[in-house]
């Protein structure tokens, strides 16, 4: 199972191709289990150019599956410590946000499907499985 971030689903809808979308492609035209977070979901809406954008991206998001935390306020404290850690080691991740999604991922057992260097950075030093096919 995987779960797909916003910067392959933003790619992915400007019909945008690169490796990230290709891995999408194929995951959707196989029948790959996969999902997104509620912050992709808001993210990807966020960014919407009009209403009309707006009404027909939320009727697709509102389709997929939905992954989540599961350990309630202490996933968010190992979120918190692994952008603590990584930036110990030198590591600087652009946004928190990247830290809370790697969360999600390890605590459901999930790939991530992404296009974000950060996440690639996160893998080398916490056991984030990346989708790479």
């Known amino acids: ?12 809808l400007k019909g945008m191709k690169n490796k ?4 999408f492609e194929r995951v959707i035209d196989q029948g790959i ?3 997104i977070h509620h912050l992709t979901y808001m993210e990807v809406l966020q ?14 998001l509102d389709t997929q599956h939905f992954y ?15 952008y603590r850690t990584l930036r110990s080691k ?9 830290c809370f999604i790697v969360q999600v991922a390890i605590e ?3 790939f991530l499907l992404h296009n974000d260097v950060d ?6 030093h916490f056991p984030l499985k990346i989708w790479d096919i």
């Open 90 to 98: 030198g590591v600087t991740i652009k946004s928190s946000v990247d």
């Open 33 to 35: 289990p996969f999902g």
């Open 20 to 23: 990230s979308t290709g891995s």
């Open 1 to 12: 199972m995987i779960l797909v971030d916003t910067s392959v689903l933003i790619d992915y």
């Open 68 to 82: 989540d935390l599961k350990k309630g306020k202490m996933s968010f404290a190992d979120a918190a410590k692994m």
């Open 108 to 110: 459901n057992g999930l």
């Open 119 to 124: 996440f690639t950075r996160i893998a080398r």
């Open 47 to 60: 960014g919407a150019k009009s209403e009309t954008d707006y009404k027909t991206l939320k009727k697709y």
